[in-house]
């Protein structure tokens, strides 16, 4: 493909993606998503009760379908799959976000004004978004396989919804190995949507709770085998980032590991979900960001840990790392 031809392509893949999300947007401003999500609508109902025009709402249910986001059964139409989780957890497309980039990308908006709570409440209430790359961490670390603990102790020390946690224990049981126990610590919100998927896949027996900020959690013994920090670290600051590594460290016990599950730069120039992921850390949190896997390698050598490795989860849509430290180890 010649140059040329390359920047054409380019420019007609922008101008789609810009009126994509302008249809999306119109079905939302008009109602459109609101009315199907309370079930199968047909043109005809859909204008009679948003009082819309039909001819050019047919041809946005046109485009909404070829795009799978609505789907059409005889003259019935309904929100796909993707498109119901998107209203459940997304309905305004991000853009209550992307709406302070300009302002910040011009020095009009402080970063302290950002709200790390609602931040770590969006990541729990999005967090099952993860579940494949959950899967594969419990793998990586071989839980349950030969060689390893039969009852692994876990200490996830912001457990969001608990997605890690709960398919790291479950995976234990799975092999027969044993049954684990995790102590998930988080603030009451994150706390119930995790306590709601440890009952989703009959882990609840061995799984407890700790209500508390995990910055605030004092008097941590050494007594666990894992201390999970999953999508939790790198929305700090590095000083509050330090505390909780030291928090952290001080509850694994000799020859356990710490493990750190995260957004991390790669290596090479940044592609676009890296870049966008970076973005809403420093839109949505007071002093986030994502670190290179050097830097946080030698942070986590600060704190004690040796035999340090890194793992790339391929099962993350958004480029999910996991760094893993034993204590003890050199």
């Not at 059964?73 to 957890?89: E, F, K, T, V, W």
Request: proline fraction near 4%; charged fraction near 20%; glycine fraction near 10%.
């Amino acid at each position: 493909m010649s140059a040329q031809d390359q920047t054409l392509v380019q420019y007609h893949e922008l101008m789609q993606i810009n009126a994509v999300s302008h249809l999306l947007r119109t079905a939302g401003q008009t109602g459109i998503l609101r009315e199907l999500q309370s079930g199968q609508k047909t043109i005809g109902q859909l204008c009679e009760a948003l009082s819309l025009s039909p001819e050019p709402t047919g041809l946005l249910l046109d485009a909404l379908i070829s795009m799978g986001f609505i789907q059409k059964y005889g003259d019935d139409h309904a929100l796909s799959p993707a498109a119901g989780l998107l209203c459940n957890y997304d309905a305004d497309l991000g853009d209550g976000r992307w709406a302070r980039l300009a302002d910040a990308v011009a020095g009009r908006r402080e970063r302290q004004a950002a709200d790390l709570e609602y931040h770590y409440e969006h990541v729990a209430a999005t967090q099952w978004i993860h579940t494949p790359a959950a899967i594969e961490a419990a793998e990586i670390l071989n839980l349950g396989g030969e060689g390893e603990l039969e009852a692994p102790q876990i200490l996830d020390l912001g457990c969001g919804a608990g997605v890690w946690s709960c398919a790291m224990v479950h995976r234990v049981g799975q092999l027969g190995a044993g049954q684990g126990r995790v102590v998930a610590v988080d603030l009451p919100g994150p706390l119930a949507a995790a306590k709601s998927m440890a009952a989703s896949i009959n882990v609840t027996d061995h799984f407890s709770t700790i209500e508390s900020d995990p910055l605030a959690l004092d008097d941590l013994e050494p007594e666990y085998d894992i201390v999970l920090l999953a999508q939790r670290l790198f929305a700090l600051g590095s000083d509050e980032q330090d505390r909780l590594l030291k928090k952290a460290v001080s509850a694994v016990r000799d020859g356990g590991r710490l493990v750190v599950i995260d957004l991390f730069r790669g290596p090479t120039k940044p592609n676009l979900t890296e870049s966008v992921e970076a973005l809403k850390l420093q839109l949505d949190t007071p002093a986030g960001g994502m670190k290179t896997l050097e830097q946080a390698q030698t942070q986590m050598r600060s704190v004690g840990m040796g035999q340090i490795q890194f793992s790339y989860l391929p099962a993350s849509r958004v480029g999910m790392g996991m760094l893993v430290g034993s204590r003890g180890g050199g």
